[in-house]
C-alpha cells in the first residue's frame, strides 16, 4: 500500500501544514505550478516527490519535470499532466493519451478548482486536488491525501488550509 500526498498550484508558496499533512505519506504528487525550485526541494526533503510542470514554472522546472507523466502505482496507471480538463471537457493536448490507453487515475491542477470526479466512459478517477497556493482565484486552498492498495484508490481526504491570504484581482480592471 501507498499512502500519496496531492497538491497543485502553489506557485512558489510553501506552508508548514505541507509537511504536516504529509507526514505519514509514502509519496507526494505535484500537479503543476510548483512556481519555484526551491518548493520543489522542500516537498523533495520530505518524501519522493513525482511532479509535472505547469504553465507558470520557469526553465529550470520545465528541465526537472516533464509537463505529462505516466506510471503505475502499485497496480494502478497513472497519468499526470497540469491541464487537462476533466470529463466530459478534456483538453485536447491530452485527449489522445487518454483515449488511447486510459489510466485508471487522471491528475490534473490549472483550474485551481478541487474536483473528485469518476468517468464512466474511460472507467478512470479524475482528481484536481485544488490549489494549495496563496495566487489565484480560489476561495480555499486544498489538497489531497489517499491510499493506492493493489488496483483500488481508497481513503481519500481533502484538507482545507483555509483561505488564500492573498488573492488575484477578479473581473475586469
Known amino acids: ?4 500526498g496531492l497538491l497543485s498550484d502553489t506557485h512558489g508558496h510553501w506552508d508548514e501544514r505541507y509537511a ?30 513525482r511532479a509535472v510542470c505547469g504553465n ?3 526553465g529550470d522546472l520545465r528541465l526537472r519535470f516533464r509537463p505529462t507523466l505516466r506510471w503505475k502505482c502499485e ?8 491541464i487537462g480538463g476533466y470529463p466530459g471537457n478534456y483538453d485536447r493536448r491530452i485527449a489522445s493519451h487518454l483515449f488511447v490507453h486510459p489510466p485508471q487515475l487522471f491528475i490534473v491542477g490549472h483550474s485551481h478548482l478541487l474536483k473528485v470526479m469518476f468517468d464512466k466512459t474511460l472507467n478512470c478517477l479524475h482528481l484536481n486536488p485544488g490549489a494549495a497556493g ?11 491525501r489517499f491510499s493506492i ?15 488564500p491570504t492573498h488573492q488575484s484581482i477578479k473581473g475586469p480592471l
Open 20 to 49: 504536516t499533512y504529509f507526514a505519514d505519506v509514502d509519496e507526494i504528487w505535484h500537479a503543476g505550478d510548483i512556481g519555484s525550485s526551491e518548493l520543489a526541494n522542500r516537498l523533495e526533503a520530505l518524501h519522493p516527490l
Open 1 to 4: 500500500m501507498k499512502r500519496i
Open 134 to 144: 496563496i495566487y489565484g482565484w480560489h476561495e480555499k486552498r486544498t489538497l489531497m
Open 56 to 58: 507558470i514554472d520557469g
Open 149 to 163: 492498495e493493489g488496483k483500488e484508490i481508497k481513503d481519500l481526504e481533502i484538507i482545507e488550509l483555509g483561505e
Open 75 to 82: 497496480d494502478v496507471e497513472v497519468l499526470m499532466t497540469h
